[in-house]
């Protein structure tokens, strides 16, 4: 389906939230008995959300960024019936006000429209399941970004079983992206066909190279206390990656855990070279508060390639991971990084506080990163209110692009 392509489409986004609304109710059978049961007895669930970003620039001519924007989304799913299901997610944005002279929030939340994010049909039967259609997806190396207002989401086909205990497989086909806005585009997705002439609207579906890519996944937790994931991406025609990890938990009162991960690149280019990562990190809870540490590194030389991330903006499962940066730098020829780091909850509060080294290769090329996440979901009458802070702090070698970052959210979760 064709995204909507104006104003115009909030408003039928909230004609559309009104019917869903009228039509469904929250019981959400598991079976229904007939095929009008299958809408009657569905699920609406939504968000109506409030973002405030702002950065600041320390380079000489570069001006400091601001933005506000408001919208949300809108889901409907039937019950099941026969093992069948349908599924929607209209998403909405609207900037209310920005100050943003060199266009830094272009592709990310500078989006006014809607456009219909997800609409799949399932299919399960005992421990399998399908899923095709437009969807959200969260995998190791295929992951949609949710940090901005527009979440993105991809065209694909999936196929989930859980016959063996304790083991997931899933294994998919993926043939469109949809991005932030129609002015994103991302060099480390190069393969994308974005559109190059945006003018401000959300983002549609861009094909993934000609002929699309697939995914294969595993995850067992059949051990006690260990968790083992694997996954393999081929963007057909471009490059393949592997990727892994392992987390063990000890039993013990200050929970202490060890976790190691793996990528491994192979471009199909022969002038770029294939590439590694490896990746540790520790942790344990002590007075209740979680303190942990990881480093990761990179084989290959200064201009080599790049380990290949994996697809979508979600796609940073290093270790050294960060908000604002995300932990691309990570993933350069011949780099390492660190990261200590503390979180500590308590009733609806969450807090997390990160510092991170990102070490590259040649002169003044480092970044030093400080991360400060709370975020506090409301009680009582306010319950579905949530906010969130986020402040970032980017300390570059080269003093002319150290920068700020400050993320403000207020969501309403139905």
């Known amino acids: 389906m064709k995204q909507f392509k104006s104003r115009g489409a909030l408003v039928c986004t909230a004609l559309a939230g009104i019917f869903l609304l009228q039509a469904g109710s929250a019981s959400g059978a598991e079976e229904a008995a007939t095929l009008a049961e299958a809408f009657t007895q569905g699920n609406v669930s939504g968000q109506l959300k409030s973002y405030y970003y702002a950065q600041t620039f320390d380079g000489t001519g570069l001006n400091n960024s601001q933005i506000w924007v408001n919208g949300g989304l809108l889901s409907y799913n039937t019950a099941r019936f026969y093992g069948f299901k349908l599924g929607a997610t209209f998403q909405a944005s609207f900037v209310g006000w920005k100050d943003d002279e060199d266009g830094r929030t272009r592709g ?48 694909s086909y999936v196929l989930s079983n859980s016959d063996i205990p304790g083991t997931t497989i899933t294994g998919a086909y993926v043939t469109k992206y949809q991005t932030r806005s129609d002015q994103s585009n991302y060099g480390d997705n190069w393969f994308v066909e974005y559109d190059m002439n945006g003018t401000g609207d959300v983002g549609d579906f861009y094909d993934i190279g000609d002929d699309g890519m697939m995914l294969l996944y595993a995850k067992n937790n059949s051990i006690e206390n260990l968790l083992v994931q694997a996954a393999y991406i081929n963007v057909f025609g471009e490059l393949g990656d592997f990727y892994a990890d392992a987390k063990y938990t000890f039993d013990l009162d200050v929970k202490p855990y060890i976790a190691a991960q793996f990528y491994y690149t192979d471009y199909s ?22 303190l942990f540490a990881a480093f990761t590194t990179t084989g290959g030389d200064a201009n080599d390639a790049r380990v290949f991330r994996g697809v979508g903006q979600g796609a940073y499962q290093i270790f050294t991971a960060t908000t604002k940066s995300v932990g691309v730098l990570g993933y350069m020829a011949d780099t390492e990084s660190y990261q200590i780091g503390a979180a500590y909850k308590y009733e609806g509060l969450s807090t997390m506080l990160r510092g991170s080294i990102f070490d590259l290769p040649g002169n003044n090329t480092d970044l030093t990163e400080y991360t400060l996440n709370l975020a506090y979901a409301l009680p009582g009458w306010a319950k579905g209110f949530s906010v969130a802070v986020d402040f970032s702090i980017l300390d570059y070698d080269n003093d002319q692009k150290d920068a700020t970052d400050l993320r403000t959210r207020l969501i309403y979760s139905f």
Do not use: H, W
């Open 108 to 155: 990310s939340m500078d989006a006014d429209g809607a456009v219909l994010s997800e609409g799949y049909l399932d299919y399960k039967y005992m421990n399998t399941e399908f899923k095709g259609g437009r969807q959200f997806m969260a995998f190791p190396l295929l992951t949609g970004s949710g940090s901005r207002l527009i979440k993105e989401s991809f065209e």
């Open 269 to 290: 280019d022969s002038s770029m070279d294939s590439n590694t990562l490896f990746g540790f990190k520790g942790g344990a809870t002590i007075a209740d508060v979680d």
